[in-house]
Nanobody, 120 residues
Framework: QVQLEESGGGLVQPGGSLRLSCVAS????????MGWYRRVPGNQRELVAN???????NYAESVKGRFTISGDNAKNTVYLQMNSLKPEDTAVYYC??????????????WGQGTQVTVSS
């Protein structure tokens, strides 16, 4: 059994900051990719940022220069620091991880989602 637990969403004014955290737990042998997606009602889920096991980050164009993804391999945790938030960043943010268990099964896991609302 493996699972993801997210935290850190909330309400913030435009220009403000939030930090999201996601912890993977369970029977983990390796994590290939870990990152964040978001979905606005009526739209498809889109990649915000992810981090490979080698440490290479990928960002959506809309968040480059404002968001920073980082990870702690020892804690199986990924963070998303979101600065200069805009109303259009309002969405449900989902953690995603591609995990290899000790029994050598791969799982494409999703967290339950955390709401981020940017509004004055």
């Amino acid at each position: 059994q493996v699972q993801l637990e997210e935290s850190g969403g909330g309400l913030v004014q435009p220009g403000g900051s939030l930090r999201l955290s996601c912890v993977a737990s369970g029977d983990i042998r390796d994590i290939s990719v870990m990152g964040w997606y978001r979905r606005v009602p009526g739209n498809q889920r889109e990649l915000v940022a992810n981090l490979t096991s080698g440490g290479s980050p990928n960002y959506a164009e809309s968040v480059k220069g404002r968001f920073t993804i980082s990870g702690d391999n020892a804690k199986n945790t990924v963070y998303l620091q979101m600065n200069s938030l805009k109303p259009e960043d309002t969405a449900v943010y989902y953690c995603n991880a591609y995990i290899l268990t000790r029994s050598l099964n791969w799982f494409d896991l999703w967290g339950q989602g955390t709401q981020v609302t940017v509004s004055s």
